[in-house]
C-alpha cells in the first residue's frame, strides 16, 4: 500500500542554518506530494506540493523536488529563521481513494 | 470569513460521557475529513465524507459517529468517552479533482481531555 517515511526528529538548528528533512514514499500510480506545516496550537496547513515528477514546489523560501527515480520529496530551506519552528509532514495522494497519506510529522526548532 | 472552523476548541468531560464536535467549511469543497492527532503529533484518518456520503471509514471504534447534514458540515458524535480518547481532533475539508484529493484545509483543532 501507499506509505511515507519522513526523517524522524526533533531537528534542533541555529537561525540562518541550511535545513534538510527527508523523505520517501512508496505508492502505485502517479501520486501527488504535499509538505504541510502545523505551527504551535494550530491546524495542518499546506506549504507546497508538487503533482508530477521533476516539478518544483516552494514557498516562504522552502523548496522540494518530485523525484521519481528516488521516490523522494526532500524538504530544503537555505536559512531557516526562528519562526520557522513547527512540525513538518510530508505526505500523499494517490488514485481514486481520496485519501491523503501523511508521514509522521518532523519537528523543528530554530535557536536564535 | 474562516475557512474552516471547529466547536469547541477544548473539550474537557468526565469518562463515560457522550459529547460532540462540530465542522463548518465554506470553501465550497465536496470532501470533508476528521483526524485525530495524538500526544507525539502522529495524524491519523478517522473518517471522510465526499457529497454527504461516507467513503473512508478508517478502523475506529463504533462510539465514533460522524453525520453530514450537508455538505459544508461535518460533525463528530463520541459516546461513552475513554481516557485513550484524549487527544486533538481536527476537521479538514477539500475538492476531488479528477478522483483525486487536492489539497486540504485543517480546522484550528478541538483539544480533547476525557479524565
Avoid at chain 1, 526528529?9 to 535545513?19: H, K, N, Q, R, W
Avoid at chain 1, 495542518?44 to 523560501?61: E, I
Avoid at chain 2, 476548541?9 to 457522550?18: A, C, I, P
Wanted: proline letters at 4%; hydrophobic letters at 30%.
Amino acid at each position: 500500500g501507499n506509505s511515507v517515511t519522513q526523517m524522524e526528529g526533533p531537528v534542533t538548528l541555529s537561525e540562518e542554518a541550511f535545513l534538510t528533512i527527508n523523505c520517501t514514499y512508496t505508492a502505485t500510480g502517479y501520486p501527488s506530494l504535499f509538505w504541510y506545516v502545523q505551527y504551535p496550537g494550530e491546524g495542518l496547513q499546506l506549504l507546497l506540493k508538487a503533482t508530477k515528477a521533476d516539478d518544483k514546489g516552494s514557498n516562504k523560501g522552502f523548496e522540494a523536488t518530485y523525484r521519481k527515480e528516488t521516490t523522494s520529496f526532500h524538504l530544503e530551506k537555505g536559512s531557516v529563521q526562528v519562526s520557522d519552528s513547527a512540525v513538518y509532514f510530508c505526505a500523499l495522494t494517490s488514485g481514486s481513494a481520496s485519501k491523503i497519506i501523511f508521514g509522521s510529522g518532523t519537528r523543528l526548532s530554530i535557536r536564535p | 470569513d474562516t475557512a474552516v472552523s471547529q466547536t469547541p476548541k477544548y473539550l474537557v468531560t468526565q469518562m463515560g460521557n457522550d459529547k460532540s464536535i462540530k465542522c463548518e467549511q465554506n470553501l465550497g469543497h465536496d470532501t470533508m475529513y476528521w483526524y485525530k492527532q495524538d500526544s507525539k503529533k502522529f495524524l491519523k484518518i478517522m473518517f471522510s465524507y465526499n457529497n454527504k456520503e461516507l467513503i473512508i471509514n478508517e478502523t475506529v471504534p463504533n462510539r465514533f459517529s460522524p453525520k453530514s447534514p450537508d455538505k459544508a458540515h461535518l460533525n463528530l458524535h463520541i459516546n461513552s468517552l475513554e481516557l485513550g480518547d484524549s487527544a486533538v481532533y481536527f476537521c479538514a475539508s477539500s475538492q476531488l479533482v479528477s478522483g483525486n484529493t487536492d489539497t486540504q484545509y485543517f480546522g484550528p483543532g478541538t483539544r480533547l481531555t476525557v479524565l
